[in-house]
């Protein structure tokens, strides 16, 4: 084939394709407006009926089943009304891009192209504006850190009706019985706890590896609204052999017995003048918190990737990345691994380099799409490249290791069979 040839096969093609993608009805349009086109990658989803198509085919499926195997519960599915239920059917389209905005650095975004409001579990994110109240108080030596909410009272919604869609009023009765059964020792229901513990979150953690032997693992939760709870669970507290004690924060219980022989403390703290409920694992650790630009927002680490980021998100999540040199010194405290140990992290290096880079998102809502930006140190076409990749150097670092197993084990038998020719070198 000519060059002439092929190139007007490909104008056919892009002709084509831009052609398909207008048939998408301007749901690409819409899509790209929250998309960087210029990127290196650029991806498209359309799922108009695309769940109505697939659910008639399992209906038919689950027929014909339902005839050949007798002992098959006699349960009339309707999958398209299922998927419907469950949210899937208020998912339009999807897409995504990535730009480097510098050497180094990535700018990845996700678009979820809603039909009106979201339905079903896509209805357990929160999608009310936020600050990234974690990261305004986390130290600067917090590796992963999260704010936003996941309403569980969606979830338990969705369950019930999907129990009554498959099992009629019997179905739905069933998932309610179960949400008022009150938690052993308490007085307080499943339903109760649900709703309590569907306020948001903030989370920080720290976690080091340089001493392989002993992790360095510290954790903050904080629940908002679960602090009214409190009241009714101090009994089941105090019958466990712990008493809450009142300080200038707040009402705090020292439950660090119940971790055992792990590394770590447990507290539990309902703070001053607030309905929050604080879980944490490191009292001194958490004193060091609200430390303004000589906390995480005032690294550079930080600054580069969640700097970025809107002001006002649903969901924001950061976090640190992962020094290869902790894997290294995790890698040469096993025998059989300790040869190979400095290839694997040049390896790890050189192909996930920026996976394990310092990363952050936000969620947020914008008419009828859920975006998703994030900053780090890939693109989302780099998962394409280095899946293939990252297994191929995973059989050969397995490979050497075992080698470098064989070569040991030849050294010491050669060392055996020297010393029983030469019983005079003993």
């Known amino acids: ?41 650029v991806g498209f989803m359309d799922f108009d009926g695309d769940g109505q198509a697939i659910g008639e085919k399992l209906n038919v499926i689950y027929q014909d089943m339902a005839q050949v195997i007798p002992d098959m519960p006699p349960i009339p599915l309707d999958f398209p ?25 990535y700018r990845n975004r996700s678009v979820t192209l809603l ?21 305004e108080i986390a130290p600067a030596d917090a590796t992963s850190v999260f704010s936003g909410q996941i309403d569980l009272n969606e979830l338990v919604n969705t369950a019930k009706a999907l129990a009554s869609r498959v ?39 720290h976690q080091s590896m340089e001493n392989p032997k002993a992790p360095d ?36 219980a020292d439950l660090s017995a119940l971790m055992q022989d792990a590394p770590i403390d447990l507290f539990v703290e309902a703070p001053a003048g607030t309905d929050d409920l604080l879980i944490y694992t490191d009292k001194e650790w958490v004193s060091t918190f609200g430390a303004g630009k000589s906390g995480l927002t005032g690294t ?12 006002d998100a649903a969901m924001y999540a950061y976090s640190s990345g992962f ?61 394409v490249v280095a899946l293939p990749a990252g297994i191929g150097a995973g059989i050969g670092a397995g490979i050497a290791a075992e080698q470098s197993k064989k070569a040991n084990a030849w050294q010491g038998h050669e060392g055996q069979d020297h010393g029983s020719d030469h019983p005079a070198a003993e």
Do not use: C
Request: charge should be negative.
């Open 1 to 41: 084939m000519n060059p002439y040839t092929f190139k007007k096969l490909s104008a056919a093609a892009a002709l084509f394709g831009s052609t398909s993608i207008a048939f998408a009805g301007g749901s690409f349009q819409e899509a790209a407006e929250h998309l960087d086109l210029d990127g290196d990658f």
């Open 115 to 135: 039909e009106g409001n979201p339905a079903g579990l896509f209805k357990m994110y929160g999608l009310n504006p936020i600050g990234f109240r974690a990261a």
């Open 167 to 205: 099992m009629g009023p019997m179905g739905e009765g069933m998932v309610m019985q179960g949400l008022l059964q009150p938690i052993p020792g308490t007085d307080v229901t499943a339903q109760e706890a649900v709703a309590a513990l569907s306020g948001g979150m903030d989370l920080i953690v």
């Open 300 to 311: 550079d680490a930080y600054k580069k990737v969640a700097g970025r980021l809107p002001k």
């Open 323 to 383: 020094d290869t040199k902790q894997l290294e010194g995790i890698l040469s405290q096993n025998p059989d691994t300790a040869a190979v140990a400095p290839m694997i992290v040049k390896a790890v290096d050189s192909l996930f380099g920026g996976f394990i880079s310092p990363s952050a998102s936000a969620t947020y809502r914008s008419g009828d799409a859920l975006i998703t930006e994030g900053y780090g140190g890939f693109s989302y076409k780099s998962l």
């Open 217 to 252: 693992i510290k954790v903050w939760v904080s629940l908002k609204g679960a602090g009214v709870l409190l009241p009714r669970l101090e009994p089941l507290i105090k019958e466990m052999g712990f008493q809450f004690v009142d300080t200038k924060s707040g009402r705090v």
């Open 81 to 105: 009304a299922v998927f419907e239920t469950l949210g899937f059917g208020s998912v339009r389209s999807m897409g995504a891009s990535s730009s480097q905005i510098e050497s180094g650095l």
